[in-house]
């Protein structure tokens, strides 16, 4: 694998835990101001999200 792959992963793994951990904190934030049933549909927002998403990429 060379150089630029690998950074290339690293940056995409980067990218994914740091979205995922603006998603925790969001989720957690809306949890203690709402509801649960709030924080579950916008949990259920950023699953779709994600996956619209990354089907983008995968055919880009």
């Known amino acids: 694998m060379s150089v630029r792959k690998t ?3 690293s ?3 980067i990218g994914t835990f740091a979205f995922a951990a603006a998603i925790a ?3 957690m934030a809306l949890i203690k101001i ?3 049933e ?3 549909l916008v ?3 950023f699953v779709a999200l ?3 998403a990354w089907r983008r ?3 880009d």
Do not use: H, N
Request: glycine share 0%; hydrophobic share 50%; aromatic share 12%.
């Open 7 to 9: 950074l290339s992963f």
């Open 11 to 13: 940056a995409k793994a």
């Open 25 to 27: 904190t969001t989720e």
């Open 34 to 36: 709402f509801s649960d």
């Open 38 to 40: 709030v924080a579950y």
């Open 43 to 45: 949990l259920a927002a």
């Open 50 to 52: 994600s996956i619209a």
């Open 57 to 59: 990429t995968e055919t």
